[in-house]
Protein backbone atom coordinates (compact mmCIF):
# COMPACT_ATOMS: atom_id res chain seq x y z
CA UNK A 1 0.00 0.00 0.00
CA UNK A 2 0.91 3.52 -0.56
CA UNK A 3 2.84 5.02 2.23
CA UNK A 4 0.55 7.91 2.68
CA UNK A 5 -2.83 5.58 2.23
CA UNK A 6 -1.26 2.93 5.14
CA UNK A 7 -0.46 6.34 7.66
CA UNK A 8 -4.36 7.40 7.15
CA UNK A 9 -5.75 3.97 7.81
CA UNK A 10 -3.50 3.29 10.52
CA UNK A 11 -4.08 6.54 12.04
CA UNK A 12 -7.56 6.06 12.10
CA UNK A 13 -7.22 2.44 13.19
CA UNK A 14 -5.03 3.61 16.46
CA UNK A 15 -7.54 6.48 17.08
CA UNK A 16 -7.71 7.54 20.53
CA UNK A 17 -5.85 4.59 21.91
CA UNK A 18 -3.22 6.72 23.67
CA UNK A 19 -3.30 8.21 27.36
CA UNK A 20 -4.62 11.52 26.91
CA UNK A 21 -4.04 14.04 29.64
CA UNK A 22 -6.09 16.59 29.14
CA UNK A 23 -8.64 14.37 31.45
CA UNK A 24 -6.02 15.50 34.39
CA UNK A 25 -7.02 18.68 33.59
CA UNK A 26 -9.97 20.59 35.56
CA UNK A 27 -11.56 23.55 35.80
CA UNK A 28 -12.78 25.59 38.65
CA UNK A 29 -16.46 26.39 38.69
CA UNK A 30 -18.16 29.90 38.71
CA UNK A 31 -21.31 30.06 39.94
CA UNK A 32 -21.52 34.07 38.58
CA UNK A 33 -20.56 33.66 35.19
CA UNK A 34 -21.87 36.98 34.23
CA UNK A 35 -22.28 36.70 30.84
CA UNK A 36 -24.84 35.75 27.90
CA UNK A 37 -23.90 33.24 25.03
CA UNK A 38 -24.67 35.99 22.88
CA UNK A 39 -21.52 38.11 24.02
CA UNK A 40 -19.03 35.48 23.31
CA UNK A 41 -16.87 35.95 20.22
CA UNK A 42 -14.95 32.96 19.23
CA UNK A 43 -12.61 34.40 17.00
CA UNK A 44 -9.26 34.43 17.55
CA UNK A 45 -5.44 35.31 15.76
CA UNK A 46 -2.94 33.27 14.13
CA UNK A 47 0.10 34.38 12.00
CA UNK A 48 -1.69 37.59 11.58
CA UNK A 49 -4.88 35.95 10.12
CA UNK A 50 -8.41 36.53 12.14
CA UNK A 51 -9.86 33.34 12.46
CA UNK A 52 -13.33 33.19 13.31
CA UNK A 53 -12.79 30.04 15.19
CA UNK A 54 -10.32 29.05 17.62
CA UNK A 55 -9.49 25.54 15.98
CA UNK A 56 -8.19 24.46 12.26
CA UNK A 57 -7.94 21.37 10.33
CA UNK A 58 -3.66 20.42 10.84
CA UNK A 59 -1.72 18.75 8.77
CA UNK A 60 -2.86 15.55 7.62
CA UNK A 61 -2.08 14.11 4.37
CA UNK A 62 -1.96 14.34 -0.09
CA UNK A 63 0.02 12.49 -2.52
CA UNK A 64 -2.07 9.69 -3.88
CA UNK A 65 -5.57 9.85 -5.66
CA UNK A 66 -6.85 8.30 -2.45
CA UNK A 67 -5.74 11.53 -0.08
CA UNK A 68 -6.91 13.14 -2.92
CA UNK A 69 -10.10 12.37 -2.61
CA UNK A 70 -9.85 13.41 1.66
CA UNK A 71 -7.96 16.30 0.93
CA UNK A 72 -11.00 17.59 -1.50
CA UNK A 73 -13.38 16.29 1.53
CA UNK A 74 -11.36 17.70 4.32
CA UNK A 75 -11.48 21.13 2.11
CA UNK A 76 -15.10 21.19 2.20
CA UNK A 77 -15.39 20.68 5.53
CA UNK A 78 -13.26 23.64 6.28
CA UNK A 79 -14.73 25.96 3.76
CA UNK A 80 -18.64 24.89 5.65
CA UNK A 81 -17.27 25.70 8.76
CA UNK A 82 -14.87 28.63 7.55
CA UNK A 83 -11.91 26.82 8.76
CA UNK A 84 -8.36 27.55 8.55
CA UNK A 85 -6.48 23.97 7.12
CA UNK A 86 -3.55 22.71 6.44
CA UNK A 87 -2.31 20.02 4.06
CA UNK A 88 -0.03 17.07 4.92
CA UNK A 89 3.47 17.15 3.70
CA UNK A 90 3.93 18.48 0.31
CA UNK A 91 7.50 16.80 -0.33
CA UNK A 92 5.69 13.98 -2.44
CA UNK A 93 4.95 17.27 -5.08
CA UNK A 94 7.88 18.67 -4.98
CA UNK A 95 9.62 14.89 -5.98
CA UNK A 96 7.15 14.29 -8.96
CA UNK A 97 4.95 17.02 -9.77
CA UNK A 98 2.22 14.12 -10.96
CA UNK A 99 1.14 14.25 -7.73
CA UNK A 100 0.41 17.84 -7.44
CA UNK A 101 -3.20 17.68 -7.39
CA UNK A 102 -4.00 15.77 -4.53
CA UNK A 103 -2.95 19.06 -2.70
CA UNK A 104 -3.72 21.67 -5.20
CA UNK A 105 -7.94 20.38 -4.67
CA UNK A 106 -7.77 21.93 -1.28
CA UNK A 107 -6.86 25.44 -3.04
CA UNK A 108 -9.89 24.28 -6.17
CA UNK A 109 -12.40 23.18 -3.49
CA UNK A 110 -12.04 26.32 -0.80
CA UNK A 111 -10.50 29.02 -3.02
CA UNK A 112 -11.36 32.14 -0.22
CA UNK A 113 -9.84 29.44 2.19
CA UNK A 114 -6.79 30.30 5.13
CA UNK A 115 -4.68 27.08 3.65
CA UNK A 116 -1.49 26.26 4.96
CA UNK A 117 1.46 24.30 3.08
CA UNK A 118 3.36 22.03 4.74
CA UNK A 119 6.77 20.68 4.90
CA UNK A 120 9.28 19.08 6.66
CA UNK A 121 12.37 20.13 8.94
CA UNK A 122 15.43 19.40 6.14
CA UNK A 123 13.31 20.98 3.38
CA UNK A 124 15.97 23.65 1.28
CA UNK A 125 14.84 27.40 0.91
CA UNK A 126 14.13 26.64 -2.60
CA UNK A 127 11.96 23.94 -1.90
CA UNK A 128 9.98 25.81 0.91
CA UNK A 129 8.90 28.13 -1.72
CA UNK A 130 8.13 25.70 -4.31
CA UNK A 131 6.00 24.38 -1.28
CA UNK A 132 4.07 27.82 -0.81
CA UNK A 133 3.47 28.61 -5.16
CA UNK A 134 1.80 25.18 -5.55
CA UNK A 135 -1.13 26.49 -4.53
CA UNK A 136 -0.66 30.22 -2.98
CA UNK A 137 -0.63 28.85 0.39
CA UNK A 138 -1.43 31.26 3.03
CA UNK A 139 1.20 30.58 5.48
CA UNK A 140 3.71 27.53 5.25
CA UNK A 141 4.38 24.89 8.39
CA UNK A 142 7.38 23.28 8.93
CA UNK A 143 7.27 19.91 10.85
CA UNK A 144 9.66 18.88 13.12
CA UNK A 145 9.51 14.69 13.32
CA UNK A 146 12.76 13.42 14.36
CA UNK A 147 11.72 10.29 16.30
CA UNK A 148 9.44 9.10 13.03
CA UNK A 149 12.26 9.41 10.92
CA UNK A 150 14.18 7.36 13.75
CA UNK A 151 11.74 4.76 13.80
CA UNK A 152 11.68 4.08 10.60
CA UNK A 153 14.42 1.96 8.87
CA UNK A 154 14.73 4.35 5.33
CA UNK A 155 14.03 7.12 7.32
CA UNK A 156 16.67 10.95 7.85
CA UNK A 157 19.06 10.42 10.48
CA UNK A 158 20.93 13.89 10.55
CA UNK A 159 19.34 16.37 12.33
CA UNK A 160 21.89 18.62 12.74
CA UNK A 161 21.53 21.37 10.61
CA UNK A 162 17.53 21.58 11.24
CA UNK A 163 17.83 24.89 12.90
CA UNK A 164 19.96 26.75 10.09
CA UNK A 165 17.71 25.57 7.50
CA UNK A 166 14.28 26.83 9.48
CA UNK A 167 16.51 30.30 9.82
CA UNK A 168 17.15 30.63 6.35
CA UNK A 169 13.44 29.57 5.29
CA UNK A 170 12.09 32.06 8.28
CA UNK A 171 14.13 35.11 6.37
CA UNK A 172 13.68 34.43 2.57
CA UNK A 173 9.76 33.29 2.85
CA UNK A 174 7.18 36.12 1.93
CA UNK A 175 3.88 34.29 4.00
CA UNK A 176 4.52 33.72 7.24
CA UNK A 177 5.83 30.76 9.14
CA UNK A 178 4.50 28.34 11.62
CA UNK A 179 6.83 25.48 13.20
CA UNK A 180 5.47 22.05 14.01
CA UNK A 181 5.86 18.98 16.05
CA UNK A 182 4.16 16.07 14.42
CA UNK A 183 2.52 14.55 18.02
CA UNK A 184 5.91 14.46 20.40
CA UNK A 185 5.85 18.01 21.86
CA UNK A 186 8.27 20.64 23.03
CA UNK A 187 10.13 21.91 25.73
CA UNK A 188 10.33 25.61 27.35
CA UNK A 189 13.79 25.14 25.73
CA UNK A 190 12.97 24.23 22.80
CA UNK A 191 10.40 27.16 22.44
CA UNK A 192 13.58 29.30 23.36
CA UNK A 193 15.43 27.97 20.47
CA UNK A 194 12.80 28.73 18.01
CA UNK A 195 12.21 32.29 18.75
CA UNK A 196 16.24 33.10 18.99
CA UNK A 197 16.17 32.58 15.29
CA UNK A 198 13.20 34.75 14.36
CA UNK A 199 10.05 32.18 14.43
CA UNK A 200 6.55 33.63 15.79
CA UNK A 201 4.44 31.11 15.94
CA UNK A 202 4.86 27.53 17.22
CA UNK A 203 2.54 24.97 17.48
CA UNK A 204 4.04 22.40 20.58
CA UNK A 205 1.52 19.56 18.92
CA UNK A 206 1.75 17.12 21.61
CA UNK A 207 1.40 13.64 22.76
CA UNK A 208 -2.18 11.76 23.09
CA UNK A 209 -3.63 11.45 19.34
CA UNK A 210 -1.97 10.20 16.73
CA UNK A 211 1.49 8.68 17.35
CA UNK A 212 3.75 8.30 14.34
CA UNK A 213 6.34 6.23 16.24
CA UNK A 214 3.19 3.78 16.92
CA UNK A 215 1.94 3.73 13.08
CA UNK A 216 5.52 4.04 11.18
CA UNK A 217 6.23 0.72 13.40
CA UNK A 218 2.71 -0.79 12.17
CA UNK A 219 3.75 -0.65 8.90
CA UNK A 220 6.88 -3.49 8.63
CA UNK A 221 7.28 -6.72 9.42
CA UNK A 222 10.62 -6.47 11.81
CA UNK A 223 9.51 -3.36 14.39
CA UNK A 224 12.53 -1.02 15.76
CA UNK A 225 12.47 0.79 19.11
CA UNK A 226 8.60 -0.28 19.54
CA UNK A 227 8.86 1.15 23.08
CA UNK A 228 9.11 4.66 21.76
CA UNK A 229 5.16 4.43 21.10
CA UNK A 230 4.62 6.40 23.45
CA UNK A 231 7.29 8.64 23.39
CA UNK A 232 7.64 12.95 23.84
CA UNK A 233 5.72 14.85 26.06
CA UNK A 234 1.64 15.42 26.04
CA UNK A 235 0.27 18.53 24.38
CA UNK A 236 -0.90 19.49 27.83
CA UNK A 237 2.61 19.63 29.44
CA UNK A 238 4.21 21.24 26.34
CA UNK A 239 1.61 24.05 26.78
CA UNK A 240 2.57 24.50 30.34
CA UNK A 241 6.43 24.13 29.38
CA UNK A 242 5.10 27.22 26.52
CA UNK A 243 4.45 29.36 29.87
CA UNK A 244 7.52 29.05 31.07
CA UNK A 245 9.37 29.97 28.04
CA UNK A 246 11.58 33.37 27.84
CA UNK A 247 10.12 34.02 24.30
CA UNK A 248 7.61 36.11 23.00
CA UNK A 249 6.01 33.83 20.48
CA UNK A 250 2.11 32.78 19.56
CA UNK A 251 1.77 29.19 20.96
CA UNK A 252 -0.89 26.66 19.11
CA UNK A 253 -1.89 23.33 20.03
CA UNK A 254 -2.40 20.08 18.52
CA UNK A 255 -2.43 16.09 19.62
CA UNK A 256 -4.97 13.93 21.25
CA UNK A 257 -8.13 16.64 20.72
CA UNK A 258 -10.75 14.51 20.91
CA UNK A 259 -13.49 17.23 21.34
CA UNK A 260 -14.75 20.40 21.69
CA UNK A 261 -13.60 20.39 25.49
CA UNK A 262 -10.19 19.44 24.47
CA UNK A 263 -10.10 22.57 22.45
CA UNK A 264 -11.69 24.42 25.35
CA UNK A 265 -8.56 23.14 27.84
CA UNK A 266 -6.24 24.16 25.46
CA UNK A 267 -7.16 27.33 25.11
CA UNK A 268 -7.47 27.57 28.72
CA UNK A 269 -3.91 26.72 29.19
CA UNK A 270 -2.49 29.83 26.85
CA UNK A 271 -3.14 28.25 22.94
CA UNK A 272 -3.59 31.23 20.42
CA UNK A 273 -5.36 28.44 18.46
CA UNK A 274 -5.86 24.91 18.33
CA UNK A 275 -5.55 22.17 15.94
CA UNK A 276 -6.88 18.82 14.83
CA UNK A 277 -6.12 15.97 12.85
CA UNK A 278 -6.75 12.56 13.91
CA UNK A 279 -10.25 12.81 15.38
CA UNK A 280 -11.22 14.63 12.18
CA UNK A 281 -9.78 12.42 9.73
CA UNK A 282 -11.45 9.70 11.55
CA UNK A 283 -14.83 11.43 11.51
CA UNK A 284 -14.96 12.22 7.90
CA UNK A 285 -13.30 7.84 7.08
CA UNK A 286 -16.41 6.46 9.61
CA UNK A 287 -19.08 9.18 8.72
CA UNK A 288 -18.55 11.29 5.61
CA UNK A 289 -18.40 14.79 4.56
CA UNK A 290 -21.75 15.79 5.80
CA UNK A 291 -21.73 14.54 9.37
CA UNK A 292 -18.15 16.06 9.72
CA UNK A 293 -19.36 19.38 8.96
CA UNK A 294 -22.09 18.62 11.52
CA UNK A 295 -19.23 17.65 13.92
CA UNK A 296 -17.41 21.07 13.61
CA UNK A 297 -20.66 22.77 14.14
CA UNK A 298 -21.65 21.77 16.93
CA UNK A 299 -17.87 22.01 18.43
CA UNK A 300 -18.03 25.78 17.44
CA UNK A 301 -21.67 26.02 19.53
CA UNK A 302 -20.15 24.04 22.31
CA UNK A 303 -17.47 26.43 22.50
CA UNK A 304 -19.63 29.55 23.20
CA UNK A 305 -21.10 27.35 25.65
CA UNK A 306 -18.00 26.31 27.53
CA UNK A 307 -16.58 30.27 27.15
CA UNK A 308 -20.06 31.41 28.94
CA UNK A 309 -19.52 29.63 31.56
CA UNK A 310 -16.51 30.28 33.02
CA UNK A 311 -17.28 33.69 31.88
CA UNK A 312 -14.68 34.26 29.28
CA UNK A 313 -16.03 36.92 26.42
CA UNK A 314 -13.22 36.30 23.97
CA UNK A 315 -10.66 33.56 23.43
CA UNK A 316 -7.58 35.73 24.60
CA UNK A 317 -9.97 35.83 27.91
CA UNK A 318 -9.48 32.19 29.16
CA UNK A 319 -6.03 32.35 29.44
CA UNK A 320 -6.43 33.41 32.46
CA UNK A 321 -8.38 30.66 33.76
CA UNK A 322 -7.50 28.78 37.09
CA UNK A 323 -6.59 25.36 36.94
CA UNK A 324 -6.16 22.02 38.66
CA UNK A 325 -3.75 19.32 37.45
CA UNK A 326 -3.91 15.46 38.44
CA UNK A 327 -1.79 12.61 37.97
CA UNK A 328 1.33 12.98 35.29
CA UNK A 329 0.75 16.57 34.62
CA UNK A 330 1.23 17.14 37.96
CA UNK A 331 4.16 14.97 38.39
CA UNK A 332 5.51 17.20 35.70
CA UNK A 333 5.17 20.43 36.91
CA UNK A 334 6.81 19.20 40.23
CA UNK A 335 9.77 17.52 38.44
CA UNK A 336 10.25 21.00 36.05
CA UNK A 337 9.26 23.21 38.83
CA UNK A 338 5.83 24.80 37.13
CA UNK A 339 4.05 26.58 39.26
C1 LIG B 1 -0.38 13.77 10.38
N1 LIG B 1 0.44 14.80 10.85
C2 LIG B 1 1.28 15.45 9.98
N2 LIG B 1 1.94 16.57 10.38
C3 LIG B 1 2.73 17.25 9.53
O1 LIG B 1 3.26 18.28 9.93
N3 LIG B 1 2.92 16.81 8.24
C4 LIG B 1 2.29 15.69 7.78
O2 LIG B 1 2.45 15.32 6.62
C5 LIG B 1 1.45 14.97 8.67
N4 LIG B 1 0.82 13.82 8.27
C6 LIG B 1 -0.15 13.26 9.08
C7 LIG B 1 -0.91 12.19 8.61
C8 LIG B 1 -1.95 11.67 9.39
C9 LIG B 1 -2.77 10.54 8.84
C10 LIG B 1 -2.22 12.23 10.66
C11 LIG B 1 -3.34 11.71 11.51
C12 LIG B 1 -1.43 13.24 11.14
C13 LIG B 1 0.48 15.18 12.28
C14 LIG B 1 -0.63 16.15 12.68
O3 LIG B 1 -0.55 17.36 11.99
C15 LIG B 1 -0.59 16.40 14.21
O4 LIG B 1 0.58 17.11 14.53
C16 LIG B 1 -0.63 15.10 15.02
O5 LIG B 1 -1.38 14.14 14.33
C17 LIG B 1 -1.27 15.29 16.38
O6 LIG B 1 -2.63 15.67 16.28
P1 LIG B 1 -3.87 14.63 16.45
O7 LIG B 1 -3.84 13.71 15.24
O8 LIG B 1 -3.62 13.87 17.70
O9 LIG B 1 -5.08 15.50 16.44
Redesign the pocket.
Known amino acids: MNRKDE??SL?KAFHNKQKNEFDAVHLIHNALPQLATTDVDLSTTVAGFTLTSPFYI????GGSEKTKKINRDLAIVARETDLMI?T??VSAALKDSSLADSYTVMREEYPEGKILA?IGAGTSVEKAQEAIQLFHADAL?I?L?APQELVMPEGDRDFSNWLELIQEIQQTIAVPLIV????FGMTRETIEQLAQIGVKTI?V?GR???S?TQIENARREKRELTYLADWGQSTVTSLLEAHEANATVDILA????RSAYDIFKALCLGAQAV?????V?THLMNHGVEETILLIKQWQEELRLLYTLVGARTTNELKYQSLIFAGAVKDWCEAREIS
Open positions: HVANAITAGSNQHNKEVGDSGGTFSGGIGTSGTL
